[in-house]
């Protein structure tokens, strides 16, 4: 008789576990003595249902999702977990992968029981289990958000990370600033404001995102800092300021005077900038310049291929395409014969020129 093929389910609550906990490692070396008791076999392939997985019911659970889709492949004979609380804390998910099992015709094992997935009571056991997994999961979660809460309120900081340049001393139960880091915005700030880099450059000596950044300048460098619960009050801290509250503001109208098209320092305007797009891919055009000794060209440039997958046109002279615009509005939107009359009535009577 061919040994068992086993497909073992490993999964912890969180990636703190996955990376310093014991976790996995205990996990494993009981499911490989369990194995080995029954004298099955764990293909090489079957190990790639390990890892980190949410402890909340609500979590997508990718990991259960890859095995179910697999049960039907013939690549393992029998599931295994250590104990059953490690296959499912979601009712409904749980019984639809027990009748995903069940209808692929694979074994249910928690260490060595040998659940019988066509017997109601046994079935019905594995249910109430989930039932109950999931009762005490959401109630963990609650507790969790609760304790976490309640420490906030206190002044200390409970949830994600800190806002930039800033730490929380324990022993002292105060906040710090990190002057390096906070001096660097202040620079970077200044810099910004006074027009000598932009703040694309800016965010990549600084080794973030512009996004980052921006944010940072504009809502995390004030004395306050926010912290949204679920089903809570928020929760606001007051923490060390790097930049006042006029150069913010100054970022902030500057950041929004950056993205209005009504802008007065730009040297080269394109009419339709933002507003128009490749037909193929909707990806916008952005308006280019090219200058030659004889002449200025503009024209609305496509996007990199490397970019977007598109091949439909590489640039369009912006002339052409905003005449084009333009006589098409006139001819759809325009009364021509007033127009024309209105145009008529302007003109000096020539009888009396």
Same mark, same amino acid.
């Given at each position: 008789?061919?040994?068992?093929? #086993? ?20 996990? +494993? ?6 194995? /080995? ?24 659970? =990718? ?9 039907? +492949? ?16 979601? =009712? ?11 209808? =692929?015709?694979?074994?249910?094992? *928690? ?11 046994? #079935? ?10 999931? !009762? ?10 609760? =304790? ?18 800033? &730490?929380?001393? &324990? ?10 880091? *906070? ?5 970077? *700030? %200044? %810099? ?11 965010? +990549? ?9 921006? &944010?940072?300048?504009? +809502? ?8 949204? #619960?679920?089903? /809570? ?23 929004? !005077? /950056? ?15 933002? #507003?128009?797009?490749?037909? @193929? ?38 002339? @052409? ?30 009888? !009396?020129?």
């Amino acid at each position: 008789m061919k040994p068992l093929r #086993f497909a073992p389910i490993i999964r912890v609550s969180t990636e703190r576990q996955d990376k310093q906990g014991e976790s996995l490692l205990t996990q +494993k070396t009981q499911i490989k003595q369990h194995v /080995k008791f029954m004298k099955g076999v764990i293909p090489g392939y079957c190990w790639k249902y390990v890892g980190q997985e949410h402890s909340t019911p609500d979590y997508e659970r =990718n990991l259960l999702d890859q095995l179910l889709e697999d049960s039907e +492949k013939d690549l393992f004979d029998a599931v295994i977990v250590a104990d059953s609380s490690r296959w499912s804390r979601d =009712n409904l998910k749980n019984e639809i992968g027990l009748r995903t099992l069940r209808d =692929n015709r694979i074994r249910f094992f *928690a260490s060595t029981t040998d659940y019988d997935l066509n017997e109601n009571t046994q #079935f019905m056991h594995l249910q109430m289990a989930a039932i109950i997994n999931e !009762f005490l999961a959401k109630e963990q979660a609650k507790k969790s958000v609760d =304790n976490r809460h309640h420490r906030s309120q206190r002044g200390i900081p409970a949830v994600g990370p800190m806002p930039y340049a800033r &730490k929380f001393n &324990k022993k002292t139960n105060k906040w710090e600033l990190d002057e390096e880091k *906070a001096n660097q915005i202040r620079e970077v *700030a %200044k %810099k910004y404001l006074s027009g000598e880099d932009t703040l694309i450059n800016l965010a +990549k000596s600084l080794q973030m995102s512009y996004q980052n950044l921006s &944010k940072i300048l504009t +809502k995390r460098c004030g004395n306050k800092w926010t912290v949204q #619960f679920k089903g /809570k009050e928020p929760v606001t801290y007051t923490i060390p300021r790097i930049l006042s509250n006029d150069m913010i503001r100054q970022v902030k109208d500057r950041l929004e !005077f /950056k993205r209005t098209n009504n802008r007065t320092d730009i040297k080269n305007k394109y009419l339709l900038s933002g #507003f128009i797009r490749c037909e @193929k891919c909707g990806s916008t055009l952005t308006g280019q310049t090219q200058y030659s000794k004889k002449a200025i060209h503009k024209y609305y440039q496509h996007q990199s291929r490397t970019i977007v997958d598109c091949t439909a046109f590489s640039s369009i002279p912006a002339e @052409k395409i905003e005449r084009a615009l333009f006589l098409t509005i006139f001819e759809n939107i325009v009364d021509v014969p007033s127009f024309e009359k209105a145009i008529a009535e302007s003109l000096p009577d020539r009888e !009396f020129a």
